[in-house]
């Protein structure tokens, strides 16, 4: 599962979305939208107006939602090889 955060610098929001993310142990890549200025625009145009923008294979969302965040490590956690 490929997880997107697109953040921007001093963003309490972007900043506890990865802390949350990383401490259910979900993998996701960082973007960080004032290095990649067509990405914003990119999103701006799909109608998102705050960061953090979160995308996921079958969601998307903004600002903090540990609802959401806790979805996807349900998932994640379900999609999860099993050791033999």
Same mark, same amino acid.
């Given at each position: 599962?490929?997880?997107?955060?697109?953040?921007?610098?001093?963003?309490?929001?972007?900043?506890? #979305?990865?802390? $949350?993310?990383?401490?259910? %142990?979900?993998?996701?890549?960082? !973007?960080?939208? /004032?290095?990649?200025? =067509? #990405?914003?625009? $990119?999103?701006?145009?799909? %109608?998102?107006?705050?960061?953090? !923008?979160?995308? /996921?294979?079958?969601? =998307?969302?903004?600002?903090?939602?540990?609802?959401?965040?806790?979805?996807?490590?349900?998932?994640?956690?379900?999609?999860?090889?099993?050791?033999?």
């Amino acid at each position: 599962m490929t997880v997107t955060v697109f953040t921007k610098p001093h963003c309490p929001q972007c900043e506890a #979305t990865k802390r $949350q993310f990383t401490k259910l %142990g979900v993998p996701f890549e960082t !973007v960080d939208l /004032t290095e990649n200025p =067509s #990405t914003l625009e $990119q999103l701006q145009a799909a %109608g998102f107006q705050q960061a953090p !923008v979160v995308i /996921t294979p079958d969601n =998307s969302w903004t600002g903090y939602r540990p609802d959401l965040i806790r979805e996807i490590a349900k998932k994640a956690a379900a999609e999860a090889p099993v050791a033999a």
